[in-house]
Nanobody, 123 residues
Framework: VQLQASGGGSVQSGGSLRLSCPVS????????MGWYRQAPGKQRELVAT???????NYAESLKGRFTISRDNAKNTVYLQMNSLKPEDTANYYC??????????????????WGQGTQVTVSS
């Protein structure tokens, strides 16, 4: 199981970015998906989560600017970020709660993480 986050980059304050994170591999089921971020010298913090049927949850400070969505047919989670601020600068990590079966048909549930994509917002 692999997650590959993309879409990060450098933008000016007020700009927008859209992050994508597809899940690849022999996945039987994907439950919650979401995004965290970590700025230099700070702890990783929750950005947003989304359930398999589309119920979303956001960090309070990001409501109204960030939108999480998913395409279940593509096993992909997205994060639309608008009105970006310098304090949004961080490495953004996606995750997915997945169920897969081993070669011995044993079910394994795990939280899989992407490698992170850097977002830099300049003032």
């Amino acid at each position: 199981v692999q997650l590959q986050a993309s879409g990060g980059g450098s933008v000016q304050s007020g700009g927008s970015l859209r992050l994508s994170c597809p899940v690849s591999g022999r996945v039987s089921r994907i439950d919650n998906m979401g995004w965290y971020r970590q700025a230099p010298g700070k702890q990783r913090e929750l950005v947003a989560t989304i359930t398999s049927n589309g119920i979303t949850n956001y960090a309070e400070s990001l409501k109204g600017r960030f939108t999480i969505s998913r395409d279940n047919a593509k096993n992909t989670v997205y994060l639309q970020m608008n009105s970006l601020k310098p304090e949004d600068t961080a490495n953004y990590y996606c995750y997915a709660d997945v169920l897969y079966y081993t070669d011995y048909d044993e079910p394994v549930a795990m939280k899989a993480w992407g490698q992170g994509t850097q977002v830099t917002v300049s003032s």
